[in-house]
């Protein structure tokens, strides 16, 4: 698959829609995928004719189950920490410091990298039928791109760390009741429920949208925090625990 293969795109009132197409391999987060959403966010962040862009998954299966494993375990140790921080961690800035409205329209499962994306975006509508996990433990890793951060202040410490200490899949009630989900709505539904929510917020001023993006999250301006977060996620790496597989620590 093409690189301009791997997303799907349309805009229609003001709102464009960006979907991870990789459904045989339930939108997984490879090379191509990364760079494409980059680019695609930077470019829709000074077009005038974008004010609110969702972010969703092709297929009914999967919103996105994380990162590409495959192409992960394929990649020379040598450029695993290089290829996270340019590739991996250059989207997630692009998407967390998105001036307009991200809304995720999650269609099925949010797993790992798939729960960081969905917890980046300002809103989160979800299937029924979603799950969530950050799934990162159960690899020998942690959720490295704010999505520790980002989950403590929705959920609170205490929940975020039962979260991603167990790995837990949340299915889409228990995920609307800790305010991971905005709401819940049947499958046949998420389309138009987050079209029609997107239009209502791309029918606002933009300039006082933005604005009031910016006065939101300026309270949750943690830098230092995703800065941290990224860095101890290395030793992961150094202790050589990260992608050693579910299973590998149990006695």
């Not at 191509?32 to 972010?55: C, G, K, P, Q, T």
């Not at 001036?99 to 994306?117: I, L, Q, T």
Request: proline share 4%; hydrophobic share 45%; glycine share 8%.
């Amino acid at each position: 698959m093409n690189r301009q293969d791997v997303l799907k795109i349309k805009v229609e009132d003001y709102v464009a829609w960006i979907s991870i197409n990789r459904p045989d391999h339930s939108n997984a987060l490879s090379r191509d995928v990364f760079v494409s959403l980059r680019e695609e966010l930077d470019r829709m962040a000074v077009d005038d004719n974008v004010r609110v862009v969702v972010i969703t998954g092709e297929g009914k299966k999967a919103f996105c189950a994380g990162i590409d494993l495959k192409e992960r375990a394929a990649m020379p140790e040598h450029e695993i920490l290089p290829y996270r921080e340019t590739v991996i961690r250059s989207f997630f800035h692009s998407l967390g410091n998105f001036p307009k409205p991200s809304v995720a329209a999650v269609n099925g499962v949010a797993y790992g990298g798939g729960a960081e994306v969905a917890l980046a975006c300002d809103i989160r509508i979800a299937s029924t039928t979603a799950r969530f996990s950050q799934s990162e433990i159960r690899w020998g890793m942690i959720p490295a791109c704010g999505g520790c951060q980002r989950l403590r202040m929705i959920v609170g410490i205490g929940r975020a760390k039962e979260l991603i200490f167990t790995g837990r899949v949340v299915d889409a009630e228990e995920a609307v009741r800790l305010g991971i989900f905005n709401r819940a709505v049947p499958p046949e539904e998420l389309e138009m429920e987050t079209q029609k929510l997107a239009v209502e917020i791309a029918g606002h001023s933009p300039v006082a949208v933005r604005q009031a993006k910016k006065a939101i999250d300026v309270g949750a301006a943690v830098s230092e925090a995703y800065e941290y977060e990224f860095e101890v996620s290395k030793a992961c790496y150094f202790a050589g625990d990260a992608m050693a597989g579910p299973g590998r620590f149990k006695r």
